[in-house]
């Protein structure tokens, strides 16, 4: 059962435009989530996070946006650079119970088209 | 100050044979959590220990995997006798505090085990 959803494997956008990338979970239990980045041959690297008390946070050119409603955040880069082509993965986490797993999704590969 | 060091970062192993990954967290840290990552797939949580601790294994496979993390030296993730489904990359992460305290985990480059 796939807690955190990611259902595009790719995403292909043209540098300098905006790339959005999606994300869906389904227990309600959730009350942190995260974005990881992650390199080929390198470990995930920790590039921002949401609380559910929150509908938005933004941190440079990415911006979260949570929407607890839908179960349904998105991370948005703008505007996007080469450097940004990597995977990039949704995670979750609920706090309130003091649950240190972190329930990832399955990755959504981004291209920065030149 | 180091990150969260694996070694090895490539092992192949045949089927049958042992297999062990080392963690070494960043200083200071004393939380180590293993996840698995299978081709296509996101990583999966399988252990968080604590020094001399086991914490949380729920996603630990009940035979053959083991984890420690002793009091010196860095957590072990040992797998006996391997089989072709355990081909998969094995990644470390490090807290300094308890995940409900922090907000996020600091990841290792990982080890990629091939069984063949």
């Known amino acids: 059962d796939q807690q955190v959803k990611q259902n595009s494997p790719s995403l292909s956008v043209q540098e300098g435009r905006i790339s959005i990338l999606n994300c869906d979970y389904t227990?309600?239990?959730?009350?942190?989530f995260l974005w990881y980045k992650k390199y080929p041959a390198e470990g995930p690297t920790f590039l921002i996070s949401?609380?559910?008390?929150?509908d938005k946070n933004e941190d440079g050119r990415f911006t979260v946006f949570l929407n607890k409603s839908a179960k349904h955040l998105s991370l948005h880069i703008v505007p996007s650079q080469p450097g940004d082509s990597a995977v990039y993965f949704c995670?979750?986490?609920?706090?309130?119970?003091?649950?240190?797993?972190?329930?990832f999704g399955k990755g959504t590969r981004l291209h920065i088209l030149p | 100050n180091a990150g969260v060091m694996q070694n090895p970062r490539h092992l192949v192993r045949r089927r049958g044979q042992e297999a062990r990954l080392r963690c070494s967290p960043m200083?200071?840290?004393?939380?180590v959590y293993w996840y698995r990552q299978l081709p296509e797939e996101g990583l999966k949580f399988m252990v968080y220990?604590?020094?001399?601790?086991?914490?949380?294994e729920s996603g630990m496979p009940k035979e053959r995997f083991s984890a420690e993390f002793p009091k010196e030296g860095p957590s072990i993730l040992r797998i006996q006798q391997v089989v072709r489904g355990d081909s998969a990359a094995y990644f470390c992460?490090?807290?300094?505090?308890?995940?409900?305290?922090?907000?996020?985990?600091?990841f290792g480059p990982g080890t990629r085990l091939t069984v063949l």
């Open positions: 220990l604590q020094k001399e601790n086991i914490i949380d």
């Open positions: 200083k200071g840290h004393s939380h």
């Open positions: 227990n309600s239990m959730f009350d942190y």
């Open positions: 992460a490090s807290s300094p505090r308890p995940q409900g305290d922090t907000d996020t985990q600091y």
């Open positions: 949401i609380s559910s008390i929150k």
């Open positions: 995670a979750a986490i609920s706090l309130l119970n003091r649950d240190d797993k972190i329930i």
